[in-house]
């Protein structure tokens, strides 16, 4: 059986150009605004929305992209292998400043928890926003998303794959059943872990 594919390329730029929308309508404008990706492929994502929010507001600030490593902040490290920490990258003090945090893939919300308390030993910001391509439910933490490109039911035993170009060489997300994929039942890729059964 092969893979279901859910969104093509050109899903996933209408969905990230209305992401950015979302988060200038919420935000009235982009002062004060910080985004920061979630390794891997958050931040690819987070990179995305700031050339789209740049490109919408060209009096925006160029630096208002960055990236939070997690992996040392998550609960789940003694049952999943440990990937190499990504270094965080921060365009100044978040201290004062609304927060966009945004990932690939929202699942259990145990990546987003590990993100907040990353975030909390770097400062206080004014507020924090979550900002998903794919929020398949199944959380196991009260973690809503404030701006979701595709709400996509499915089964806790599937795979949520999302490629990306400056990563994977092609762009799409598919949708596997545990007889279409050949993975470990507790991970996910090597370092994205929301996209996974757990």
Do not use: C, W
Not at 132 to 158: C, M, Q, Y
Not at 171 to 191: L, N
């Amino acid at each position: 059986m092969t893979a279901r594919t859910v969104l093509q390329q050109a899903d996933i730029t209408r969905a990230l150009t209305r992401i950015s929308h979302e988060i200038l309508e919420s935000n009235r404008g982009t002062a004060d605004l910080v985004i920061l990706g979630i390794p891997t492929r958050g931040v690819i994502l987070a990179r995305r929305i700031a050339e789209n929010i740049q490109r919408i507001e060209p009096s925006a600030s160029s630096s208002i992209v960055g990236s939070l490593d997690v992996t040392m902040y998550r609960d789940d490290l003694a049952r999943n292998p440990t990937r190499t920490p990504a270094p965080t990258e921060l365009p100044g003090t978040v201290d004062g400043k609304t927060v966009v945090l945004v990932d690939d893939v929202l699942f259990s919300g145990r990546t987003v928890r590990a993100a907040l308390d990353a975030l909390s030993d770097l400062g206080r910001p004014k507020a924090v926003r979550l900002a998903v391509l794919v929020d398949r439910g199944h959380r196991e933490l009260p973690i809503r998303a404030d701006f979701v490109g595709k709400n996509l039911p499915s089964a806790a035993s599937e795979r949520i794959n999302v490629h990306l170009t400056e990563i994977d060489g092609d762009e799409y997300v598919t949708i596997d059943s545990p007889d279409d994929a050949d993975y470990p039942d507790d991970t996910d890729s090597p370092d994205d872990t929301e996209g996974a059964p757990a």
